[in-house]
């Protein structure tokens, strides 16, 4: 009979995952915790870690522990989305009991394939805050995602995810921005009093 292991990819700690038959791997900036798998030697993108997160573990998995001579099943998961049997798919799960639901072992339904994956999920419908915070260069680029959902798309929800330096881009414009109306001012007949209140003004947003 054919085995399951599963490794849960976390960045943070899962006390709740510690006595279970589930493997930790950890991805993150910060210190690795005792007892959890690594991914930053051997063969490894862990200096690509901030853009892919999760996806730096299943490449050193893939080309550091994988054996096609296996015939066990083998699954990953995160630590806010896990697998579970289908028998609870309709049961209210939380931390205290996910241990009674968690899968451990394949489903018998299984026997004729060779790769299970999660249902569909539905993409659009983010948060109008997370677009403008995250996801400002596709708005320029094409403002009606903003106005209508069927307008988003993958590339758009994965540019959200991934973009990890947009307040380095805003300072940048803002100093720019500075750059331009200090010039601007100099050429205006106001008081140098009332220029330096807004550059002030301007520049504390940024420091």
């Not at 709740?16 to 991805?27: C, G, M, N, R, S």
């Not at 931390?95 to 299970?116: F, G, Q, T, V």
């Not at 539905?122 to 708005?139: A, C, D, V």
Request: net charge positive; hydrophobic share 35%; with cysteine.
């Amino acid at each position: 009979m054919s085995t399951l292991e599963i490794y849960c990819v976390t960045n943070k700690q899962v006390n709740f995952l510690h006595e279970t038959d589930y493997k930790i791997a950890w991805v993150g900036k910060e210190k690795i915790l005792p007892n959890y798998i690594s991914c930053n030697d051997k063969n490894n993108i862990f200096y690509k870690e901030k853009y892919y997160s999760e996806l730096t573990f299943h490449y050193w998995y893939w080309k550091n522990l994988m054996n096609l001579n296996n015939n066990s099943w083998i699954g990953f998961c995160q630590k806010r989305r896990f697998w579970i049997k289908p028998e609870s798919e309709n049961e209210k799960i939380d931390i205290k009991n996910i241990h009674d639901h968690l899968l451990r072992s394949p489903h018998k339904s299984w026997e004729n394939y060779e790769a299970i994956i999660c249902k569909p999920i539905n993409t659009s419908g983010s948060k109008k805050i997370k677009m403008l915070k995250r996801g400002w260069r596709s708005l320029i680029k094409k403002p009606s995602i903003f106005f209508n959902k069927e307008n988003e798309s993958i590339l758009f929800h994965f540019f959200i995810l991934t973009c990890t330096t947009v307040m380095e881009i805003c300072i940048k414009l803002l100093k720019c921005l500075i750059l331009k109306i200090e010039k601007s001012l100099e050429s205006l007949l106001i008081p140098k009093i009332i220029s330096t209140l807004i550059l002030c003004l301007l520049q504390s947003h940024i420091y």
